[in-house]
T-cell receptor, first 112, second 112 residues
């Protein structure tokens, strides 16, 4: 049981490049989340999903898109990366009826 | 949106001593959940303790306990018998019904 995994763990992009971060969970959880963490800040919600095929915007959604084509995967896309998107990105999941979220190890993204 | 405030950016404690981390939140809801997460240098988000607002009894997990004051909207974390391994960022979080709202964190230093 791997829990929540994130791919890649580190990435460096140039301004304007695109990329996709993959989050996978093997716990059959309905809810999945993408957060970003910046220095001096707590985690802020980017997008979330309440089930396969559904997504919704969080607190800081601009510049990101997401997809949840399969229940176990939640993809976060950056179409045209900007230096302001340099951050650590965390994925999390939780089952229906439980408020505890299970976090992945994070992805450190640097945009030059 | 609910706000979570951690007024102590940094705290220090000696090994074996007790330290209390503060957290206040703003909400108009009557039923909700509060959490403390620990983030060591490894970056992994680790759940320390949770509190359900409808429960008057303060939650306890081994050396970790909370002082939950619902009327004051206060949720502090007490760490007893501090250990070197307790050194980390600690985040207070409020569950809003679909996602977590985090405070900015308190960095805890443990000195021998």
């Amino acid at each position: 049981n791997a829990g929540v995994t994130q791919t890649p763990k580190f990435r460096v992009l140039k301004t304007g490049q695109s990329m996709t971060l993959l989050c996978a969970q093997d716990m059959n959880h309905e809810y999945m989340y993408w957060y970003r963490q910046d220095p001096g800040m707590g985690l802020r919600l980017i997008h979330y999903s309440v089930g396969e095929g559904t997504t919704a915007k969080g607190e800081v959604p601009d510049g990101y898109n997401v997809s949840r084509l399969k229940k176990q995967n939640f993809l976060l896309g950056l179409e045209s990366a900007a230096p302001s998107q340099t951050s650590v990105y965390f994925c999390a999941s939780r089952p229906t009826g439980l408020n505890e979220q299970f976090f992945g190890p994070g992805t450190r993204l640097t945009v030059l | 949106a609910q706000t979570v405030t951690q007024s102590q950016p940094e705290m220090s404690v000696q090994e074996a001593e007790t330290v209390t981390l503060s957290c206040t939140y703003d909400t108009s809801e009557s039923d909700y959940y509060l959490f403390w997460y620990k983030q060591p240098p490894s970056r992994q988000m680790i759940l320390v303790i949770r509190q359900e607002a409808y429960k008057q009894q303060n939650a306890t997990e081994n050396r970790f306990s909370v002082n939950f004051q619902k009327a004051a909207k206060s949720f502090s974390l007490k760490i007893s018998d501090s250990q070197l391994g307790d050194a980390a960022m600690y985040f207070c979080a409020y569950f809003s019904g679909y996602a977590l709202n985090f405070g900015k964190g308190t960095s805890l230093l443990v000195t021998p």
